[in-house]
């Protein structure tokens, strides 16, 4: 076999059969399952007189949709509760493991498969959900897929693809104080640009990345999507596997020994050859801010609003002319002088217990700033909800005006009640600034769960590693 | 699945990079069960002039005059050319299904994000990659000349031109296969059955953590 990356080892272990122009049959060994994207799938399957290949492979949530406030009276809107009863029924029916609404394990799809231990190295997974690319933190293959492909899924436990080419990306040297896994996602994205990962799944290296926790790795493979690439991963080592010890879905005894020495083996090989490599040195890396509608469009807090009359490339220039009209910003502002309307600290890229502790430092003893007319933390599982609770962050968020939610996706895309209004700004630590994405008109900025409570308090950004 | 065979097509202009998911179908749509009649919101932001939900009556909406799909000399128009990056964002495949419940059968931009890529060829939609200069060209040919349309032969993999050029493009034989012949994957796959079972096997008695 020679040297191969941990791409490779993951690809290879996972063909079921090749076609001569190279399109592969893969093997999947997790289906993530939530309500936006699998309603068609199931009617599919049901059609056409199939049935699910390996139940016990799926996990099911809703996570899109669900109120983050008063849950004991259910979905408001009748669009959405359907939505969320039809994945009930679904499941009930085929008898898919799924946390409901009630459950306290319910949360995010990509915060609850790795907090179960339901995502191990060594996976295939896969959800209907383009922010699969998490659980390659755990030295897994994780990609999204679309709704044929989740029923494609369901009736043959396999997918149909090609083999993608192998990028590397290699973060080395120590990183700032609040200079967090976000900074380095939005640093990767700013460099290679959001299409800079198209065709590619990228191994993210150095030492940089392995100094980081596993939510913080969570975070920088989150979005690699953003990047353009449909998988990020990192090597397992330690962390990974302490972190998965004693989860409910991780084996146990002999069978944990056995399942640790194989995953020990997920690294690239030394020498491994890469299509492409690209390194940042953590040194250089500053909070980062999107000021656009791209999260390329990116820049360090204490630089400006870039000015597209500078830009060389027509079709950038435009983007960039009609991303500031659309955002509401002049050329040349600098970062720190733009006030915010509202803060959402949430998301599948930056939910978890990490991400709220970070938070939850800023904000103590603070109050949000008047201008500030709503700043809410969503934590991302019920699990992660109940740590912190215990923790006593709820206090210190609530003390500081900022309003204590239940898990969901919320305002990383608006499904449910939470969105901005037209023209409201918004410190958002989710992972798309696009037009419209968290409410119609509004306008997201990007960032950091530190840089997203520091605005909270200040009203406009402020470089927290200052 | 629609079979793709020859297409002659009225061709529409979106020039923006970077056109995301969430622009071709807002969530707001996607709380629909169904897989059908998403076209009459494709776009919607940018086609209307006021903010829609699911349920309203489109036609008594009102449409934006400056946005390009609303302009009636692209009335009906089945293929549309984009620039870069075109479909990324959310995996939602909902955004083909809006394509082409609106009525188009193929795009052509300069690259497509691959879960959006992948998407169209399970819904019987073409994405064709032509080069920056190629696109360019185009972009410039269907300004010029009102009813401006292409030929796209697939298993050709032309495009003509009115004026007689020709553009070659790539696509994978297998995804060709498929949509010339209409073929669902899932019966396809299916046919593999005793090999899928094989590998699980094997699978189950090296990694039996895997199957708990
Ligand atoms: S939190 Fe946002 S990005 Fe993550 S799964 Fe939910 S909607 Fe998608």
Not at chain 1, 132 to 156: C, K, N, P, Q, W
Not at chain 1, 294 to 322: F, I, L, N, Q
Not at chain 1, 341 to 355: H, L
Request: one cysteine or more; glycine letters at 8%; hydrophobic letters at 40%.
């Amino acid at each position: 076999m020679g040297t191969q990356t941990l791409y490779d080892k993951l690809w290879n272990a996972h063909v079921v059969r090749q076609e001569a122009d190279g399109t592969a049959l893969i093997y999947i060994d997790r289906h993530l399952v939530h309500e936006v994207t699998s309603p068609q799938a199931f009617e599919g399957l049901r059609l056409a007189g199939r049935k699910p290949w390996r139940i016990a492979s799926m996990l099911a949530v809703a996570d899109h949709n669900v109120p983050t406030t008063g849950r004991a009276q259910g979905i408001a809107d009748p669009i959405s509760r359907l939505q969320v009863d039809t994945l009930d029924q679904n499941c009930e029916e085929l008898g898919i493991t799924e946390f409901k609404m009630s459950d306290v394990r319910q949360g995010i799809v990509h915060v609850i498969g790795p907090e179960q231990g339901a995502t191990l190295p060594g996976m295939t997974v896969v959800c209907g959900d383009s922010h699969t690319s998490t659980h390659g933190a755990f030295a897994a293959l994780a990609f999204g897929i679309g709704t044929s492909e989740v029923e494609h899924v369901m009736a043959t436990q396999c997918l149909l693809m090609k083999k993608a080419k192998a990028m590397r990306v290699v973060v080395d040297g120590a990183l700032h104080k609040s200079v967090t896994a976000k900074d380095i996602a939005l640093a990767v994205i700013g460099k290679i640009g959001t299409a800079g990962g198209t065709g590619f799944a990228i191994e993210f290296s150095g030492s940089t990345i392995r100094g980081l926790s596993m939510e913080g790795r969570m975070t920088v493979c989150n979005m690699s999507i953003e990047a353009g690439a449909r998988a990020g991963m990192i090597a397992a080592d330690d962390m990974t596997i302490n972190y998965l010890k004693g989860r409910p879905f991780a084996p146990q005894g002999e069978l944990w020994d056995k399942a640790v020495s194989y995953w020990r083996t997920l690294h690239s090989d030394d020498g491994a050859k890469f299509d492409a490599v690209v390194k940042l040195d953590a040194a250089q890396i500053k909070p980062q801010v999107t000021w656009g509608t791209s999260p390329e469009m990116v820049v360090a807090v204490d630089g400006r609003v870039p000015d597209p009359a500078t830009m060389s490339d027509a079709v950038k220039r435009e983007g960039a002319e009609r991303a500031l009209l659309y955002m509401g910003l002049k050329a040349n502002t600098p970062i720190a002088e733009i006030k915010i309307d509202k803060v959402f600290i949430g998301s599948c890229t930056n939910a978890r217990i990490e991400d709220l502790r970070a938070a939850a430092v800023i904000a103590r003893g603070k109050h949000i700033a008047a201008n500030v007319k709503l700043a809410m933390v969503v934590p991302g599982s019920g699990l992660v909800k109940r740590q912190a609770e215990q923790e006593g962050l709820d206090k210190i968020f609530i003390a500081a005006g900022f309003e204590w939610r239940e898990p969901g996706c919320s305002m990383c895309l608006a499904m449910n009640d939470d969105k901005l209004l037209p023209g409201e700004r918004c410190a958002s630590t989710s992972n798309r600034n696009f037009e419209g994405r968290q409410g119609s008109g509004g306008r997201t900025h990007l960032v950091s769960p530190e840089m997203a409570a520091a605005a909270a308090i200040a009203g406009h950004f402020v470089d927290v590693s200052k | 699945m629609q079979k793709f065979t020859v297409l002659d097509g009225l061709v529409v202009p979106l020039d923006r990079a970077n056109v995301d998911t969430d622009a071709i179908i807002p969530k707001q749509f996607l709380k629909s069960i169904k897989r059908a009649g998403f076209g009459p919101n494709l776009f919607d932001e940018w086609r209307y002039l006021d903010h829609g939900e699911s349920g309203m009556d489109n036609s008594k909406r009102k449409p934006n005059p400056d946005f390009v799909l609303n302009q009636p000399r692209y009335q009906g128009a089945q293929i549309l050319l984009a620039r870069e990056n075109f479909g990324c964002g959310s995996s939602r495949e909902h955004a083909p299904w809006a394509l082409e419940d609106y009525g188009f059968r193929a795009i052509i931009a300069t690259s497509f994000a691959d879960i959006f890529f992948n998407n169209c060829f399970k819904n019987g939609l073409l994405p064709i990659r032509l080069s920056a200069e190629q696109v360019d060209a185009l972009f410039k040919a269907v300004a010029a000349n009102v009813g401006y349309k292409l030929t796209i032969d697939l298993e050709r993999q032309t495009i003509t031109a009115p004026d007689g050029t020709v553009y070659k493009f790539e696509v994978e034989i297998f995804r060709k296969h498929c949509l010339l012949n209409g073929l669902d994957d899932i019966s396809l796959t299916l046919q593999h059955v005793a090999e899928i079972k094989a590998y699980e096997a094997k699978r189950r008695a090296a990694q039996p953590w895997l199957f708990l």
